[in-house]
C-alpha cells in the first residue's frame, strides 16, 4: 500500500527554537492533513492543505503542500513546552471509483525543554 | 469535540474472546475508519467504510471484522482475541472526497488481552 515517510522520527529542543519536520510519499495526494496527538488524547487536526504549493498558516504553525504533490512540511515556530507531543502527516488519494483513503505518517515526536 | 464517541475507552479481556468496539458519529459523515496505534508504528489502518454496509480492508485487517448497519455506527470485532491485538484503537469520521475535507479522530480505546 501507500506509505508516507515522515521525519525526523523524534526531536529535542529548546523552548523559543524553531521546528521543521516533512513526509514525502511515492504517491500524489490531493490532500494533506497535519495532525497532533497529545498523551492520552486522539489526534487533533491541526493545518489541512488541499492545493499544490498551498502555504497554510495557523497561529505559529505553518504547512505547505509540495508542489509535486508528493510531500508536505509542517513548521513550529517560536516553540513552546505546550508544543510538546506526537506530530503526524496524513495524505488522502482516491483509492478507486469514488472512494478515498486517508493514510498517515509514523509520527514525529517533539520534546520541548523549557 | 467533532461529535465521536468511542466505547468503551478502556477494556481487558482474555485471549480467545471476542471483543467488540464501537463507534458513534453524530456529523452524519460518509467515511467511517478504525486505527490501531502500536509505538514504533503509528497509526494503522484495519478498516475503513465508505458508506453503510460498504467497507475495505486497511494494512492490519487480519483478526478484524466491521460493520456498518447505519450511517452512525461502526463496529470493529475481534472475533477471538490475541495478545498482539494488545493497542490503543481509534476511530475517525471523514467526509473525504469533496472540497474542504479534514479527518477528526475520536478518543480512543485501550485495548488490553491477557
Known amino acids: 500500500g501507500q506509505q508516507l515517510n515522515q521525519s525526523p522520527q523524534s526531536m529535542f529542543i529548546q523552548e523559543g527554537e524553531d521546528v521543521s519536520m516533512n513526509c514525502t510519499s511515492s504517491s500524489i495526494f490531493n490532500t494533506w492533513l497535519w495532525y497532533k496527538q497529545d498523551p492520552g488524547e486522539g489526534p487533533v487536526l491541526l493545518i489541512a492543505l488541499y492545493k499544490a504549493g498551498e502555504l497554510t498558516s495557523n497561529g505559529r504553525l505553518t504547512a505547505q503542500f509540495g508542489i509535486t504533490r508528493k510531500d508536505s512540511f509542517l513548521n513550529i515556530s517560536a516553540s513552546i513546552p505546550s508544543d510538546v507531543g506526537i506530530y503526524f502527516c496524513a495524505g488522502q488519494l482516491r483509492s478507486g471509483g469514488s472512494n478515498y483513503k486517508l493514510t498517515f505518517g509514523k509520527g514525529t515526536l517533539l520534546t520541548v525543554n523549557p | 469535540d467533532a461529535g465521536i464517541t468511542q466505547s468503551p475507552r478502556h477494556k481487558v479481556t482474555e485471549t480467545g474472546t471476542p471483543v467488540t468496539l464501537r463507534c458513534h458519529q453524530t456529523?452524519?459523515?460518509?467515511?467511517m475508519y478504525w486505527y490501531r496505534q502500536d509505538p514504533g508504528h503509528g497509526l494503522r489502518l484495519i478498516h475503513y467504510s465508505y458508506g453503510v454496509k460498504d467497507t475495505d480492508k486497511g494494512e492490519v485487517s487480519d483478526g478484524y471484522s466491521v460493520s456498518r448497519s447505519k450511517t452512525e455506527d461502526f463496529l470493529l470485532t475481534l472475533e477471538s482475541a490475541t495478545s498482539s491485538q494488545t493497542s490503543v484503537y481509534f476511530c475517525?469520521?471523514?467526509?473525504?472526497?469533496?472540497?474542504?475535507?479534514?479527518?477528526?479522530f475520536g478518543q480512543g480505546t485501550r485495548l488490553t488481552v491477557v
Open positions: 456529523e452524519n459523515h460518509r467515511y
Open positions: 475517525a469520521i471523514s467526509k473525504l472526497g469533496q472540497p474542504n475535507t479534514e479527518a477528526f
